[in-house]
Each structure stands twice: as C-alpha cells, then as structure tokens.
C-alpha cells in the first residue's frame, strides 16, 4: 500500500512527463513549421532561377540574337547565385529534417515514460480504492459481528 505522500509525488512526476510531452510536441511543431518555410524558400528560388531569362550559354543561340554579352553574363552569374543559394538551402533543410527527427524521437520516447508513469499511478490509485473497500467492508462486518452478538445476549 502506497501513502499519499508517495501518491502525491507519482502525480506530480506524471505531471512533469506530461509538460515535457506537450513542450517538445510544440517544438516538433515549431520545426514542421520551419520546414514548412524552407520549402516555400526553395520553391521561390527555383522560380526565379527559372523564370530570370536566358543564361550566358543560351545568349549565342539564335533564339535571342539581341542579348548583349554583358547581361548574358550577368544573368548567368544571377542564376548561379540563386542556385548556390538554393544548395545552401537544402543543406540546411537537410539538417533541420535531421533535428527535427531526433526531436520527434525523443518526443515519442517522452510520451512513453509518461504513459509508463501514468498506467503506475492508476495502478496505485487502484490499490488505494481496494484497500478502502476492503477497510470498509472489514468495519462493516465487524458492526455486523457486534449487532449479531448483542442480539444473542
């Protein structure tokens, strides 16, 4: 049988395990949200790789024969800059998806601690339930016992 100290300091130890649970589900949250943000980055960047025009090597074809030499080269040396940024992008998403992963992970395992913790308090919760059922019925039998011999005497 457990005290109500030891009951009491069950509970709030579920309550910590619980807090932890919902402070990393928010940082899992935060870093979905940042994800969320790097690919919008990234789409964006790919657009305007895209959409800036004809590139140094493109500028001799006879599509673009106007196309001085000078904002070829410029427009390339832009897409390489977008695209280099672009690359620094993924890398850096690479390893957010990485932290990210390892937070869920501990998230989970947080989460399993407290579920562990929790199911021990409703164990001694139980225990706490049948030892005052069982002390109740035992002062009940003995009213019963002293009626019973009463009504003997």
Not at 36 to 53: A, I, V
Not at 75 to 81: I, N, S, T, V, W
Not at 117 to 134: N, S
Request: charged share 30%; net charge positive; proline share 2%.
């Amino acid at each position: 049988m457990s005290t109500p100290n030891q009951l009491k300091q069950l509970e709030q130890l579920v309550d910590l395990r619980e807090r932890e649970v919902e402070r990393l589900s928010a940082d899992v949250a935060g870093q979905q949200a940042v994800r969320r943000r790097y690919l919008g980055n990234l789409s964006r960047l790919e657009q305007l790789c895209n959409s800036s025009g004809p590139s140094g090597a493109q500028a001799q074809s006879e599509q673009f024969p106007g196309l001085s030499v000078a904002l070829a080269l410029n427009c390339g040396g832009y897409k390489q800059a977008v695209m280099k940024m672009a690359d620094t992008h993924r890398i850096d998403l690479s390893l957010h998806e990485s932290e990210m992963a390892l937070t869920q992970r501990r998230m989970i395992e947080a989460a399993r601690r407290h579920e562990a913790l929790d199911a021990a308090l409703e164990r001694q919760r139980a225990d706490v339930r049948r030892f005052r059922k069982l002390r109740e019925q035992k002062r009940q039998d003995e009213i019963a016992s002293q009626v019973w011999q009463r009504g003997r005497g």
